[in-house]
């Protein structure tokens, strides 16, 4: 089993950047897919990004491409998302999540979730 953290949220202007962090409990971590996904209010959950288990390959939603990297390092059980040139649109809460399968855009492929962390970006 496998427990997630984020922290990293919080307030910023926009084109600001924020740098997300995913603590991840266990000494499987290196073998889970992540995937970053987020949350605005009145609005279904989205995928935003994901890594495979060795970092090799890494996949983005269109729209947050050339503005957000994901990355992860196994020996710390931990991935990141940075985020730059913010958007008021980026406003969500943001969730880390672990699949066993290859990472996707599918939530449902995910099993295990963190709590999130609040991001608003202002205008």
């Known amino acids: 089993q496998v427990q997630l953290v984020e922290s990293g949220g919080g307030l910023v202007q926009a084109g600001g950047s924020l740098r997300l962090t995913c603590a991840a409990s266990?000494?499987?971590?290196?073998?889970?897919?992540m995937g970053w996904f987020r949350q605005a209010s009145g609005k279904e959950r989205e995928f935003v990004a994901a890594?495979?288990?060795?970092?090799?390959?890494?996949y983005y939603a269109d729209s947050v491409k050339g503005r957000f990297t994901i990355s992860r390092d196994n020996a710390e059980n931990t991935v990141y998302l940075q985020m730059n040139s913010l958007k008021p649109e980026d406003t969500a809460v943001y969730y880390c999540?672990?699949?066993?399968?290859?990472?996707?855009?599918?939530?449902?492929?995910?099993?295990?979730w963190g709590q999130g962390t609040q991001v608003t970006v202002s205008s």
């Open positions: 999540a672990a699949t066993g399968r290859t990472p996707s855009t599918i939530e449902y492929d995910y099993v295990y």
């Open positions: 266990g000494r499987t971590f290196g073998s889970y897919g």
């Open positions: 890594i495979r288990r060795t970092g090799d390959k890494t």
